[in-house]
Protein backbone atom coordinates (compact mmCIF):
# COMPACT_ATOMS: atom_id res chain seq x y z
CA UNK A 1 0.00 0.00 0.00
CA UNK A 2 1.44 3.36 -0.98
CA UNK A 3 0.82 6.61 1.62
CA UNK A 4 1.26 10.49 2.13
CA UNK A 5 1.81 10.86 5.90
CA UNK A 6 1.26 14.85 6.71
CA UNK A 7 0.72 16.61 10.19
CA UNK A 8 1.61 20.16 11.44
CA UNK A 9 -0.17 22.00 8.60
CA UNK A 10 -2.34 24.55 11.36
CA UNK A 11 -4.10 26.63 8.50
CA UNK A 12 -5.00 29.84 9.21
CA UNK A 13 -2.35 30.75 11.96
CA UNK A 14 -1.56 34.26 12.29
CA UNK A 15 1.65 34.14 11.70
CA UNK A 16 2.49 37.08 14.08
CA UNK A 17 5.67 36.20 13.74
CA UNK A 18 5.78 37.68 10.04
CA UNK A 19 3.41 41.08 11.03
CA UNK A 20 6.16 43.42 10.36
CA UNK A 21 6.27 42.36 7.27
CA UNK A 22 3.12 44.08 5.12
CA UNK A 23 0.77 41.66 3.70
CA UNK A 24 3.88 38.65 4.45
CA UNK A 25 1.60 36.60 6.98
CA UNK A 26 -1.78 36.49 4.19
CA UNK A 27 0.57 35.39 1.36
CA UNK A 28 1.36 32.35 3.89
CA UNK A 29 -1.88 31.52 4.79
CA UNK A 30 -2.39 31.65 1.01
CA UNK A 31 0.41 29.10 0.83
CA UNK A 32 -0.69 27.23 2.97
CA UNK A 33 -3.71 26.60 0.98
CA UNK A 34 -1.42 26.21 -2.18
CA UNK A 35 0.77 23.29 -0.06
CA UNK A 36 -2.80 21.36 0.38
CA UNK A 37 -3.65 21.64 -3.05
CA UNK A 38 -0.32 20.01 -3.59
CA UNK A 39 -0.63 17.49 -1.60
CA UNK A 40 -4.24 16.32 -3.28
CA UNK A 41 -2.51 16.43 -7.02
CA UNK A 42 0.51 14.40 -5.68
CA UNK A 43 -2.42 11.84 -4.36
CA UNK A 44 -3.94 11.89 -7.43
CA UNK A 45 -0.94 11.18 -9.68
CA UNK A 46 1.11 8.95 -7.55
CA UNK A 47 -1.37 5.91 -6.82
CA UNK A 48 -1.44 6.69 -2.98
CA UNK A 49 -4.20 5.18 -1.24
CA UNK A 50 -4.11 6.53 2.04
CA UNK A 51 -3.52 10.13 3.72
CA UNK A 52 -2.32 10.21 7.22
CA UNK A 53 -2.67 13.75 8.99
CA UNK A 54 -1.24 13.30 11.97
CA UNK A 55 -2.95 16.22 13.79
CA UNK A 56 -2.74 20.72 14.38
CA UNK A 57 -4.75 20.44 10.68
CA UNK A 58 -5.85 23.95 11.61
CA UNK A 59 -5.59 26.13 14.18
CA UNK A 60 -8.47 25.98 16.32
CA UNK A 61 -8.69 29.82 17.72
CA UNK A 62 -8.78 31.29 13.59
CA UNK A 63 -10.00 28.57 11.24
CA UNK A 64 -12.57 29.66 9.50
CA UNK A 65 -15.33 27.77 8.11
CA UNK A 66 -14.21 28.68 4.56
CA UNK A 67 -11.03 27.26 5.03
CA UNK A 68 -13.07 23.88 6.53
CA UNK A 69 -15.03 24.37 3.19
CA UNK A 70 -11.63 24.10 1.30
CA UNK A 71 -9.80 21.55 2.69
CA UNK A 72 -12.98 18.96 2.27
CA UNK A 73 -13.51 20.25 -1.17
CA UNK A 74 -9.84 18.81 -1.71
CA UNK A 75 -10.77 15.52 0.14
CA UNK A 76 -13.44 15.75 -1.91
CA UNK A 77 -11.38 15.57 -5.06
CA UNK A 78 -10.09 12.25 -3.88
CA UNK A 79 -13.47 9.65 -3.02
CA UNK A 80 -11.09 6.71 -3.49
CA UNK A 81 -8.47 7.44 -0.81
CA UNK A 82 -9.05 6.93 2.50
CA UNK A 83 -8.35 9.74 4.77
CA UNK A 84 -7.64 9.48 8.24
CA UNK A 85 -7.27 12.38 10.88
CA UNK A 86 -5.69 12.10 14.43
CA UNK A 87 -6.73 15.24 16.25
CA UNK A 88 -3.96 17.15 18.02
CA UNK A 89 -3.55 20.05 20.60
CA UNK A 90 -4.40 22.78 18.42
CA UNK A 91 -7.45 21.46 16.57
CA UNK A 92 -8.77 19.01 19.22
CA UNK A 93 -12.13 17.32 19.12
CA UNK A 94 -14.04 19.52 21.07
CA UNK A 95 -17.60 20.40 21.27
CA UNK A 96 -17.68 23.66 18.98
CA UNK A 97 -14.97 22.20 16.44
CA UNK A 98 -15.15 21.62 12.96
CA UNK A 99 -14.44 18.02 13.33
CA UNK A 100 -17.49 17.76 15.30
CA UNK A 101 -20.23 19.89 13.71
CA UNK A 102 -19.02 20.03 9.89
CA UNK A 103 -19.99 17.09 7.48
CA UNK A 104 -16.60 15.91 6.29
CA UNK A 105 -16.41 14.05 3.22
CA UNK A 106 -17.19 10.25 3.39
CA UNK A 107 -13.79 8.89 2.66
CA UNK A 108 -12.99 11.40 6.15
CA UNK A 109 -12.21 9.31 8.92
CA UNK A 110 -11.77 11.25 12.33
CA UNK A 111 -10.10 9.57 15.60
CA UNK A 112 -11.58 10.46 18.76
CA UNK A 113 -10.14 9.90 22.49
CA UNK A 114 -10.61 6.26 22.49
CA UNK A 115 -8.60 4.18 21.14
CA UNK A 116 -10.17 3.10 17.70
CA UNK A 117 -9.55 0.10 15.26
CA UNK A 118 -10.36 0.85 11.53
CA UNK A 119 -10.32 -2.55 9.30
CA UNK A 120 -9.68 -2.03 5.74
CA UNK A 121 -8.89 -5.54 4.16
CA UNK A 122 -5.61 -6.69 5.50
CA UNK A 123 -4.48 -3.31 6.61
CA UNK A 124 -5.64 -2.37 10.53
CA UNK A 125 -5.62 1.69 10.94
CA UNK A 126 -5.36 2.25 14.87
CA UNK A 127 -5.78 5.81 16.05
CA UNK A 128 -6.36 8.31 18.90
CA UNK A 129 -7.03 12.23 18.96
CA UNK A 130 -6.79 15.21 21.56
CA UNK A 131 -10.44 15.99 22.95
CA UNK A 132 -8.74 18.90 24.56
CA UNK A 133 -5.59 21.14 24.59
CA UNK A 134 -3.67 19.02 26.66
CA UNK A 135 -3.38 15.19 26.54
CA UNK A 136 -1.16 13.90 29.60
CA UNK A 137 -2.45 10.19 28.79
CA UNK A 138 -3.36 8.17 26.07
CA UNK A 139 -3.18 4.80 26.93
CA UNK A 140 -1.26 4.08 23.50
CA UNK A 141 1.50 2.03 25.11
CA UNK A 142 -0.60 -0.32 26.73
CA UNK A 143 -2.42 -1.21 22.66
CA UNK A 144 -2.89 -4.80 22.00
CA UNK A 145 -2.78 -5.45 18.18
CA UNK A 146 -4.85 -8.14 17.81
CA UNK A 147 -4.00 -9.79 14.50
CA UNK A 148 -0.21 -9.05 13.85
CA UNK A 149 -0.26 -10.75 10.18
CA UNK A 150 -2.04 -7.25 8.66
CA UNK A 151 -0.35 -4.60 7.91
CA UNK A 152 -0.79 -3.00 11.38
CA UNK A 153 -0.41 1.30 11.11
CA UNK A 154 -1.18 3.80 14.17
CA UNK A 155 -1.73 7.68 13.49
CA UNK A 156 -1.73 9.62 16.91
CA UNK A 157 -0.37 13.04 17.85
CA UNK A 158 2.15 13.83 20.63
CA UNK A 159 5.43 14.10 22.04
CA UNK A 160 7.75 10.78 21.92
CA UNK A 161 10.88 10.98 24.05
CA UNK A 162 10.05 14.57 25.77
CA UNK A 163 12.35 15.44 28.71
CA UNK A 164 10.73 18.19 29.87
CA UNK A 165 7.33 19.12 31.75
CA UNK A 166 6.17 21.00 28.60
CA UNK A 167 6.33 17.71 26.47
CA UNK A 168 4.50 15.82 29.17
CA UNK A 169 1.52 18.04 28.53
CA UNK A 170 1.20 16.47 24.94
CA UNK A 171 0.33 12.83 24.82
CA UNK A 172 4.48 11.54 25.84
CA UNK A 173 5.12 8.91 24.64
CA UNK A 174 8.06 6.58 24.33
CA UNK A 175 9.89 5.24 21.23
CA UNK A 176 11.37 2.14 23.34
CA UNK A 177 7.88 1.29 24.42
CA UNK A 178 6.11 2.07 21.06
CA UNK A 179 8.86 -0.10 19.48
CA UNK A 180 7.78 -3.07 21.28
CA UNK A 181 3.46 -2.70 20.15
CA UNK A 182 4.52 -4.25 17.08
CA UNK A 183 3.08 -1.20 14.29
CA UNK A 184 4.45 -1.57 10.83
CA UNK A 185 4.19 2.01 10.98
CA UNK A 186 3.42 4.80 13.30
CA UNK A 187 2.28 8.35 11.68
CA UNK A 188 2.86 10.83 14.08
CA UNK A 189 2.68 14.67 14.16
CA UNK A 190 3.36 17.57 17.00
CA UNK A 191 7.33 17.69 15.99
CA UNK A 192 7.57 20.66 13.28
CA UNK A 193 11.27 18.75 12.63
CA UNK A 194 11.02 16.11 10.02
CA UNK A 195 12.70 12.84 11.60
CA UNK A 196 12.16 9.74 8.78
CA UNK A 197 15.33 8.84 8.30
CA UNK A 198 17.29 8.88 11.70
CA UNK A 199 17.60 5.26 12.05
CA UNK A 200 17.57 1.87 9.97
CA UNK A 201 14.41 0.57 9.06
CA UNK A 202 12.91 3.55 11.21
CA UNK A 203 8.61 2.76 12.02
CA UNK A 204 8.42 5.52 14.38
CA UNK A 205 7.95 8.59 11.83
CA UNK A 206 7.57 12.66 12.34
CA UNK A 207 7.43 14.09 8.44
CA UNK A 208 7.64 17.91 10.21
CA UNK A 209 4.66 20.56 9.43
CA UNK A 210 4.25 20.76 6.00
CA UNK A 211 5.38 25.02 6.21
CA UNK A 212 7.79 25.82 8.44
CA UNK A 213 6.52 28.89 11.04
CA UNK A 214 10.13 30.55 11.95
CA UNK A 215 14.00 30.42 12.71
CA UNK A 216 13.21 27.43 15.13
CA UNK A 217 12.51 25.31 12.38
CA UNK A 218 14.72 25.62 9.54
CA UNK A 219 15.31 23.54 6.75
CA UNK A 220 12.61 21.70 4.11
CA UNK A 221 9.69 21.22 5.01
CA UNK A 222 6.92 18.97 3.70
CA UNK A 223 5.74 15.54 3.48
CA UNK A 224 6.57 11.74 3.96
CA UNK A 225 5.03 9.45 1.09
CA UNK A 226 5.51 6.00 2.04
CA UNK A 227 4.92 2.28 0.35
CA UNK A 228 4.59 -0.46 2.84
CA UNK A 229 4.00 -4.44 3.07
CA UNK A 230 4.72 -6.64 5.74
CA UNK A 231 8.31 -6.95 4.87
CA UNK A 232 9.23 -3.53 3.66
CA UNK A 233 8.86 -0.16 4.61
CA UNK A 234 10.56 2.89 1.70
CA UNK A 235 9.95 6.08 2.80
CA UNK A 236 10.60 9.35 0.83
CA UNK A 237 10.82 12.40 1.73
CA UNK A 238 8.61 15.58 -0.45
CA UNK A 239 9.64 19.37 -0.46
CA UNK A 240 6.59 21.20 -0.01
CA UNK A 241 7.35 24.63 1.34
CA UNK A 242 8.68 27.27 -1.53
CA UNK A 243 10.04 29.22 1.51
CA UNK A 244 12.93 28.48 3.83
CA UNK A 245 13.72 30.28 6.84
CA UNK A 246 17.43 30.84 7.01
CA UNK A 247 20.10 32.47 9.92
CA UNK A 248 23.28 34.22 8.00
CA UNK A 249 25.80 35.65 9.96
CA UNK A 250 27.12 39.06 9.27
CA UNK A 251 30.95 39.71 10.42
CA UNK A 252 30.90 43.36 11.09
CA UNK A 253 33.86 43.94 12.62
CA UNK A 254 35.55 46.25 10.10
CA UNK A 255 32.15 48.56 10.25
CA UNK A 256 32.75 51.76 12.35
CA UNK A 257 28.38 52.93 11.81
CA UNK A 258 24.91 51.63 11.71
CA UNK A 259 25.16 53.19 7.69
CA UNK A 260 28.06 50.65 7.23
CA UNK A 261 26.36 47.65 8.61
CA UNK A 262 23.16 48.79 6.31
CA UNK A 263 24.79 48.93 3.57
CA UNK A 264 26.54 45.25 3.60
CA UNK A 265 23.49 43.58 4.23
CA UNK A 266 22.40 44.99 1.17
CA UNK A 267 25.40 44.00 -0.62
CA UNK A 268 24.19 40.31 0.22
CA UNK A 269 22.66 38.89 -2.41
CA UNK A 270 20.33 36.52 -0.78
CA UNK A 271 17.18 34.43 -2.17
CA UNK A 272 14.38 36.64 -2.28
CA UNK A 273 12.01 33.97 -2.00
CA UNK A 274 13.69 32.67 1.74
CA UNK A 275 13.02 34.46 4.95
CA UNK A 276 16.58 35.64 6.59
CA UNK A 277 17.13 36.29 9.95
CA UNK A 278 20.87 38.63 10.20
CA UNK A 279 22.92 37.27 13.03
CA UNK A 280 25.69 40.42 13.61
CA UNK A 281 29.21 39.23 14.66
CA UNK A 282 32.60 40.28 15.35
CA UNK A 283 33.70 43.02 17.73
CA UNK A 284 32.38 46.42 18.04
CA UNK A 285 33.68 49.83 18.96
CA UNK A 286 29.83 51.90 18.19
CA UNK A 287 26.00 51.11 19.48
CA UNK A 288 24.40 49.26 17.19
CA UNK A 289 20.49 50.47 16.26
CA UNK A 290 19.28 46.82 14.83
CA UNK A 291 15.55 48.90 14.87
CA UNK A 292 16.64 51.26 13.15
CA UNK A 293 19.02 49.90 10.42
CA UNK A 294 16.33 46.90 10.42
CA UNK A 295 13.45 49.70 9.32
CA UNK A 296 16.09 51.34 6.49
CA UNK A 297 16.46 47.93 4.71
CA UNK A 298 15.31 47.52 0.88
CA UNK A 299 15.14 43.95 1.57
CA UNK A 300 11.50 42.74 2.84
CA UNK A 301 12.27 39.19 3.52
CA UNK A 302 15.04 40.00 6.44
CA UNK A 303 12.55 38.88 9.53
CA UNK A 304 14.99 39.68 12.25
CA UNK A 305 18.75 41.08 12.87
CA UNK A 306 20.37 39.89 16.17
CA UNK A 307 23.10 41.39 17.88
CA UNK A 308 25.91 39.14 18.72
CA UNK A 309 28.88 41.06 18.39
CA UNK A 310 31.20 41.70 20.88
CA UNK A 311 32.65 44.91 22.51
CA UNK A 312 35.84 45.70 20.89
CA UNK A 313 37.13 47.89 24.40
CA UNK A 314 39.78 46.18 26.22
CA UNK A 315 38.32 47.22 29.67
CA UNK A 316 41.07 45.93 31.42
CA UNK A 317 43.23 48.68 29.93
CA UNK A 318 40.44 51.37 29.81
CA UNK A 319 39.80 50.83 34.03
CA UNK A 320 44.05 51.11 34.14
CA UNK A 321 43.57 55.13 32.42
CA UNK A 322 43.54 57.91 35.39
CA UNK A 323 40.65 60.06 33.16
CA UNK A 324 37.31 60.24 33.47
CA UNK A 325 37.12 56.87 30.63
CA UNK A 326 38.91 55.32 33.15
CA UNK A 327 36.67 56.44 36.45
CA UNK A 328 33.71 55.49 34.58
CA UNK A 329 34.60 52.55 33.66
CA UNK A 330 36.31 51.24 36.55
CA UNK A 331 32.59 52.14 38.45
CA UNK A 332 30.63 50.28 36.28
CA UNK A 333 33.24 47.20 36.54
CA UNK A 334 32.32 47.67 40.45
CA UNK A 335 28.63 47.50 40.22
CA UNK A 336 29.78 43.46 38.08
CA UNK A 337 31.87 42.12 40.30
CA UNK A 338 29.52 43.20 43.41
CA UNK A 339 26.85 41.33 41.66
CA UNK A 340 24.19 44.42 40.97
CA UNK A 341 24.77 43.88 37.46
CA UNK A 342 25.54 40.72 35.08
CA UNK A 343 28.63 40.57 32.56
CA UNK A 344 26.50 41.47 29.37
CA UNK A 345 25.01 44.44 31.21
CA UNK A 346 28.52 45.30 32.12
CA UNK A 347 29.67 45.86 28.75
CA UNK A 348 26.75 46.90 27.30
CA UNK A 349 26.59 50.04 30.11
CA UNK A 350 30.67 50.97 29.36
CA UNK A 351 29.95 50.71 25.60
CA UNK A 352 27.39 53.09 25.68
CA UNK A 353 29.49 55.79 28.52
CA UNK A 354 32.75 55.38 26.46
CA UNK A 355 30.51 56.11 23.24
CA UNK A 356 29.31 59.20 24.98
CA UNK A 357 32.54 60.61 26.28
Known sequence: MRFVHIADTHLDINFKNLSSIDG???????????????????IKTNNIQFLFISGDLYEQQYIRKSSIQYI??????????KIFISPGNHDPFIKNSFYNTFQWSSNVHIFKNN????????????????????????????????????????????SVDGGNDEYREYNPMSSKKLKTLGFDYIALGHIHKKTYNDEKNQRIVYPGSTISFGFDELGEHGMVVGDIDKENLNLEFVKL??????EFNLDISECVSNEDILEKIEEINFNENNLYKIILIGNRNFIIDTIEIKKLLSKDNIIKIKDNTKVAYNIN???????????????VMEKYESGLIDKETMEKVIETGLEVL
Open 241 to 246: DSREYK
Open 317 to 331: DIILKNDIKGIFAKK
Open 72 to 81: NRLFNEIPNV
Open 24 to 42: LPEKRRLEQRKIMKDIIEY
Open 115 to 158: IEKVEIGDINIYGYGFNDYYCKESNIENIEIENKDKINILVAHG
